[in-house]
Nanobody, 125 residues
């Protein structure tokens, strides 16, 4: 069974930028929506952003709106998360997730069928 594959995590100073990538391919059903989630130590996994693969419409959590940008390259089956003006509280493992549902509740983890292994993002001086 295919799973999304994330890359691009690392360590950066506050105010810096990182770009995460997620490749999704090899699924039996059409992927309709892709999301990024994150989980910090001792905290629940929370939604960060999502994108409708067909329409290109996007959604963001309030905590990252204006700083993060989700985008896609359909030719490469890749979704990106550009993270700017990073803060220490953005430190977490970032997960890419794929949904086959039509019009999923993008903020709801249960709407996503496939999950990547995660990539670590650390924001520290």
């Amino acid at each position: 069974q295919a799973h999304p594959v994330e890359s691009g995590g690392g360590s950066v100073q506050p105010g810096g930028s990182l770009r995460l990538s997620c490749v999704f391919s090899g699924y039996a059903y059409r992927i309709s929506y892709m999301g990024w989630f994150r989980q910090a130590p001792g905290k629940q996994r929370e939604v960060v952003a999502g994108i409708d693969i067909g329409e290109g419409s996007t959604n963001y959590a309030a905590s990252v709106k204006g700083r993060f940008t989700i985008s896609q390259d359909n030719a490469k089956n890749t979704v990106y998360l550009q993270m700017d003006t990073l803060k220490p509280e953005d430190s977490a493992i970032y997960y890419c997730a794929a949904s086959t549902l039509s019009g999923p509740k993008w903020y709801d983890r249960s709407q996503y069928m496939y999950w990547g292994q995660g990539t670590q993002v650390t924001v520290s001086s």
